[in-house]
């Protein structure tokens, strides 16, 4: 029973630390030899001289996006299903500005992907599953195979590979919550 107290909190500890990651506010990205600076908090993009403001709708795979620029001109593009279209207003010129398609690409890097819910589900289940065969390989082997027999008992080898696995489907299972 202190083995399984032990493993539940290395596993509450492991995700507290997980869950303590900072989302980050700004980002710097190169595109077409002009580096870009994106504040999320102020909806803006910088470049060495310009600011242009946005509004963003949406996540990485499907989106809306307004780019308004110094001069009051806007840049508009929208992407649903791997497919985009962009479109701008009367007064917009590239000649003075950086283009509106370069400004999205830019956008596109900051972007946050959408959340993996099976992967995380999946994950969880492994971790799960290998917490089990860490505190309890006696339990989990008779699950699966002392039930078949009478007065049956594992093995040393059996216990050992049943907590060598339940270590490697941990492992496993925290690889899936972050792919």
Do not use: H
């Not at 996006?65 to 590239?94: A, K, L, M």
């Amino acid at each position: 029973m202190k083995r399984f107290w032990i493993a539940a909190l290395a596993l509450f500890l492991a995700f507290a630390l997980f869950g303590c990651a900072k989302q980050e506010s700004i980002y710097t990205v190169s595109k077409n030899g002009t580096m870009y600076r994106v504040d999320t908090e102020k909806k803006a993009i910088y470049d060495t001289l310009y600011t242009y403001r946005y509004e963003l709708s949406g996540d990485s795979s499907s989106f809306n996006i307004t780019i308004t620029y110094p001069n009051g001109s806007t840049y508009w593009y929208s992407q649903s299903d791997g497919r985009g279209q962009g479109s701008w207003s009367d007064d917009y010129s590239e000649a003075v500005y950086a283009p509106g398609d370069t400004l999205v690409a830019v956008m596109q890097e900051t972007m946050s992907k959408p959340a993996n819910v099976g992967g995380i589900f999946g994950g969880l289940l492994l971790i799960a599953v290998g917490i089990l065969n860490l505190v309890a390989p006696q339990a989990l082997w008779y699950l699966g195979y002392g039930w078949r027999f009478k007065n049956a008992e594992p093995s040393e080898a059996a216990i050992s590979f049943g907590r060598i696995s339940g270590a490697i489907v941990i492992v496993i299972g925290i690889v899936f919550l972050f792919v």
